[in-house]
C-alpha cells in the first residue's frame, strides 16, 4: 500500500537529505534532482519560493519523491503555481523514482493534484513521465504536453578503438590529427579541477572562455552577471567533494585555450557547457578537449556520454542520439488555470523559437 505525503517549507526541506541521498543511490534520477542540485538552486534562486516535496512511502520507507517548488504568484498574475526544483538551469525534470515504476510517479503526480493549486508546470520531462502524468489526470484536470529542447546523447561501448569508427572518416581523421599536432607544436596540457583552489581559479578560466563566445556574437552570454556565476561556483565546489564534478581545462602554451564543466553521475558523464578562444579555433582546441573527455570516460566504464539539451550541430558530429524531452502543463479550469496555461504556452513557444535561432 503506497502512503503519499507532502513537506512544505524551507526548514522541512533539510529533513529529507537523508532520504533523498539514499533514493539517488537507488533510483535512475539525473545529477539534476540530486541533492546537491536542488538545495543550491533553492538557496539562490528559490529563496522567495516555498519547498513543495511529495513523497511516496512503501511499508514506512520513502520510495519516490517530486522535487517541486509552490508560488503564490507568477508573472505578476495571482496564479498558484506548482514547478520543479531546479526549473531554468536543469536539463533534465522529472521525479526521483525509478522511471519503470509508473506506479510511483502516478501516486506522486496525484498527490501533487489533489491540492491548492491553479497549475502545474513541469519542464524537460521525459515521453514516459509525461505520458504517465497525462494518462493520471487528463479526466479531470486540463493536461498539455508541449515539446521541448531534446538533449543528445552518445552510448558509450566498451573501447576507444569500439567508438571510433562510428565517427564520420573525415571528422574522425580531423581530430585524431588536431590532437596530435597541438602536442607536437605548442606546450599543450589538459587539466582536471579537483582542490578547492583549482576549481575557484578553473571556474573562473571556464566563465571567461564561455563568455567570449557570446561577445564575439555580442549577445550577454549566461554569465554576463554574477548571479549565475555564483550558483555555478557553489555548485561546482558541492559536487567536487563527491566526485560529481567534471572541469576539464586545456592550455596552450600555458594559456587558456578550452573549457568543459559537466558532469559524472551514475554510469553517465555529461557536457554541461563549454568554452574556447575564438582565436584558436583553428586548432580545434575544443574538439580535442572533448575527444579526450570521452576517452576518459571510456576509461571508466561510462554508459552513456550526455551532451545535454540543444540543438547544437557539433553534438551530431560525435554521434549523438536525439532523446525528446517535454514540458507538462496541469490547470485547473478557472481563470487563473486558465491564465497559467495560456502563459506557459506562449512561454514554450518563444523559449523554443529563440533556442532554435541560436543553434541554427
Not at 113 to 139: N, P
Not at 264 to 291: C, E, H, N, R, T
Amino acid at each position: 500500500m503506497l502512503k503519499t505525503e507532502i513537506f512544505e517549507g524551507h526548514n522541512v526541506f533539510s529533513e529529507l537529505e537523508g532520504n533523498w541521498r539514499r533514493l539517488e543511490a537507488e533510483c535512475e534520477a539525473t545529477v539534476f534532482q540530486s541533492w546537491d542540485w536542488c538545495d543550491t538552486w533553492l538557496s539562490h534562486y528559490g529563496r522567495a519560493l516555498e519547498p513543495f516535496i511529495v513523497s511516496v512511502s512503501k511499508t514506512q520507507e520513502i520510495c519516490g519523491l517530486a522535487p517541486l517548488v509552490k508560488s503564490r504568484s507568477w508573472m505578476g498574475i495571482p496564479i498558484r503555481r506548482l514547478t520543479s526544483i531546479g526549473s531554468g538551469p536543469s536539463d533534465y525534470g522529472g521525479f526521483l523514482t525509478n522511471r519503470a515504476d509508473e506506479g510511483l510517479v502516478r501516486a506522486l503526480i496525484l498527490a501533487a493534484a489533489d491540492t491548492d493549486f491553479d497549475l502545474i508546470d513541469l519542464h524537460q520531462v521525459d515521453e514516459s513521465t509525461a505520458l504517465v502524468i497525462k494518462e493520471s489526470l487528463s479526466k479531470t484536470l486540463n493536461v498539455e504536453v508541449l515539446e521541448q529542447e531534446p538533449t543528445f546523447a552518445v552510448p558509450m561501448p566498451e573501447s576507444i578503438d569500439e567508438y571510433l569508427p562510428q565517427l564520420s572518416k573525415k571528422f574522425r581523421k580531423n581530430v585524431i590529427y588536431a590532437d596530435r599536432r597541438l602536442r607536437r607544436d605548442f606546450q599543450y596540457e589538459e587539466r582536471f579541477c579537483e582542490s578547492e583552489a583549482e576549481i575557484q581559479e578553473g571556474m573562473a578560466v571556464f566563465f571567461d572562455l564561455h563568455q567570449q563566445r557570446w561577445r564575439k556574437k555580442r549577445l550577454p552570454g549566461l554569465f554576463f552577471g554574477q548571479k549565475n556565476r555564483k550558483f555555478h561556483l557553489n555548485l561546482a565546489n558541492r559536487l567536487a567533494s563527491s566526485g560529481t564534478l567534471v572541469l576539464s581545462l586545456s592550455f596552450i602554451d600555458n594559456q587558456p585555450a578550452a573549457a568543459v564543466y559537466g558532469f559524472k553521475y551514475g554510469q553517465s558523464y555529461s557536457y554541461y557547457l563549454g568554452g574556447f578562444d575564438p582565436a584558436l579555433s583553428k586548432y580545434s582546441v575544443s574538439s580535442v578537449l572533448i575527444f579526450n573527455l570521452i576517452k576518459k570516460a571510456l576509461s571508466e566504464n561510462a554508459g552513456v556520454f550526455d551532451f545535454l539539451r540543444g540543438r547544437e550541430k557539433y553534438k551530431l558530429r560525435w554521434r549523438a542520439q536525439e532523446k525528446p524531452l517535454y514540458r507538462v502543463v496541469v490547470n485547473k479550469s478557472n481563470w487563473r488555470g486558465s491564465m497559467g496555461a495560456k502563459l506557459a504556452r506562449k512561454q514554450n513557444d518563444f523559449v523554443q523559437k529563440a533556442r532554435d535561432r541560436l543553434h541554427s
